[in-house]
Every structure is written in structure tokens, then in C-alpha cells.
């Protein structure tokens, strides 16, 4: 299953580009932690960002008081920004480097959030993994982001799978039950727009 290919790809993009030289860069993840919030939990949860790169979504859950992040990526140079930019604050965090479909986590998280990672998963095979560990390791919420079928079919020149709200739903429903979905337009660095679809869904209790 290993991809060398793929983790080769990020780890060129992290370290030949800038935050405003990729699409997916957000000043405030504002959707994000809206949906984070809604769930209503304490700040001693665990909470996992897959695919987190040098996202700020981390910074701002430090600043919210949230005490067990992990950040898991595929690309340990992208990690790196994101532990250079907290400073000492990074030892609060759990990082990870790992292609997700290969993470096997050691603990349970209440809250698992992925924007604009599991878009990338383009094969039943693929899928299959990542939704057999969010299933083994999820006991509270997940909120996935994706390319919505309005959005870009491809993405730092990788094929993507676009997703409706009832295709992502339907790729959960063995495990997770919908709370909601709203659709975003994400405006790139480069003043282009990108329509997310955001879901939320709650563990289903065997």
C-alpha cells in the first residue's frame, strides 16, 4: 500500500512553497472550528487534524485551551513549518508523520478532523483503510472536508474524488451517522475560489 510517490510529492511541495504559493491555505479555518465548537465538548478531548500540513487550525485550538492535539501528515517538512511557527507551543502537540491510510493510532480521539485529505483517497482500497481506522479509533465526532462536485477535479496537479453530500454520507454510514453539511467557497491565495462540502457526522454506538 506504501506510496512513495505520493509522500515525494508533498514532502517537494512543503519544502519548495510558501503558504501563499498552495491553494488549500487559510488565514482563519473559520468552518472548521465552527464545527469543532458545535460539538460541545471539553477542552481535555483528543482531538486528531489528518492531513493538518502547516495548517493554523492547530494554533487556534492551542489558543482555544484545548489540551491533546495531534497533527498527522504525510509530510514531515510540512509538520516542521507548523512546529517552527508555534515555538514552544508545539510541545503541547502530538505530531505524526504518516500517510493515513498506513496510521495505526495507539489511543481513541473524540473529535477526528480532515480538510482536504480524504479527497485524495481516488480508490475503493484506500477509502476502505482510512474509514477502517476512523471506525477503530473515533469514539465521539468526525468533520470532513472535500472538493464538493462544483469544486477542482484536481488539486497540487493530483487527481481528486469530488463528493456530494450524499456520496460522503453514504462512504460513513457503516459507522458514522450525518449531523450536518454545509458547502463553502474557499478563496485561494491566488484569488481563485474552491467550493468545499463540510459534514459532520457522530460515531454510532454498537
Same mark, same amino acid.
Given at each position: 500500500?506504501?506510496?512513495p510517490?505520493?509522500?515525494n510529492h508533498w514532502?517537494?511541495v &512543503?519544502e519548495?512553497?510558501?503558504?501563499? !504559493?498552495v491553494?488549500?491555505?487559510q !488565514?482563519?479555518? =473559520?468552518? %472548521?472550528?465552527?464545527f469543532i465548537? %458545535?460539538f460541545?465538548?471539553?477542552?481535555? @478531548?483528543?482531538?486528531?487534524? @489528518?492531513?493538518?500540513g502547516?495548517s493554523k487550525l +492547530?494554533? &487556534?485550538?492551542?489558543?482555544?485551551g *484545548?489540551e491533546h492535539v495531534?497533527v498527522?501528515d504525510?509530510s514531515e517538512k510540512?509538520?516542521?513549518k507548523s512546529?517552527f =511557527?508555534?515555538g514552544?507551543k508545539?510541545?503541547k502537540v502530538?505530531? +505524526? +508523520?504518516?500517510d493515513i491510510t498506513? *496510521?495505526?493510532?495507539d /489511543?481513541?480521539f473524540?473529535i477526528? #478532523?480532515?480538510r482536504?485529505?480524504? #479527497?485524495?483517497?481516488t480508490?475503493?482500497? !484506500?477509502v476502505?483503510?482510512y474509514?477502517?481506522t476512523? =471506525?477503530?479509533s +473515533?469514539?465521539g465526532?468526525?468533520?470532513?472536508?472535500?472538493?464538493?462536485e462544483?469544486?477542482?477535479?484536481k488539486?497540487?496537479g493530483?487527481?481528486?474524488k $469530488? &463528493?456530494t453530500? $450524499?456520496?460522503?454520507?453514504?462512504?460513513l454510514?457503516?459507522?458514522f451517522?450525518?449531523?450536518r453539511?454545509?458547502?463553502?467557497? #474557499?478563496?485561494t491565495?491566488?484569488?481563485? /475560489? $474552491?467550493?468545499f462540502?463540510?459534514c %459532520? *457526522?457522530?460515531?454510532q454506538v454498537?
Amino acid at each position: 500500500m506504501k506510496n512513495p510517490n505520493t509522500k515525494n510529492h508533498w514532502e517537494k511541495v &512543503y519544502e519548495t512553497k510558501n503558504p501563499d !504559493q498552495v491553494s488549500w491555505t487559510q !488565514q482563519i479555518p =473559520r468552518t %472548521s472550528l465552527d464545527f469543532i465548537s %458545535s460539538f460541545g465538548l471539553k477542552k481535555d @478531548v483528543k482531538i486528531i487534524d @489528518v492531513g493538518g500540513g502547516d495548517s493554523k487550525l +492547530v494554533d &487556534y485550538l492551542l489558543d482555544e485551551g *484545548f489540551e491533546h492535539v495531534t497533527v498527522l501528515d504525510i509530510s514531515e517538512k510540512a509538520l516542521e513549518k507548523s512546529r517552527f =511557527r508555534l515555538g514552544d507551543k508545539a510541545e503541547k502537540v502530538n505530531w +505524526v +508523520v504518516s500517510d493515513i491510510t498506513e *496510521f495505526e493510532p495507539d /489511543t481513541t480521539f473524540d473529535i477526528w #478532523h480532515d480538510r482536504a485529505t480524504f #479527497h485524495f483517497l481516488t480508490t475503493a482500497e !484506500q477509502v476502505s483503510r482510512y474509514m477502517e481506522t476512523a =471506525r477503530k479509533s +473515533v469514539n465521539g465526532f468526525m468533520t470532513i472536508g472535500t472538493f464538493s462536485e462544483n469544486g477542482p477535479a484536481k488539486c497540487s496537479g493530483l487527481d481528486i474524488k $469530488q &463528493y456530494t453530500e $450524499q456520496t460522503l454520507t453514504n462512504e460513513l454510514k457503516n459507522g458514522f451517522d450525518k449531523i450536518r453539511c454545509v458547502k463553502e467557497d #474557499h478563496t485561494t491565495p491566488f484569488n481563485t /475560489t $474552491q467550493n468545499f462540502l463540510f459534514c %459532520s *457526522f457522530k460515531r454510532q454506538v454498537n
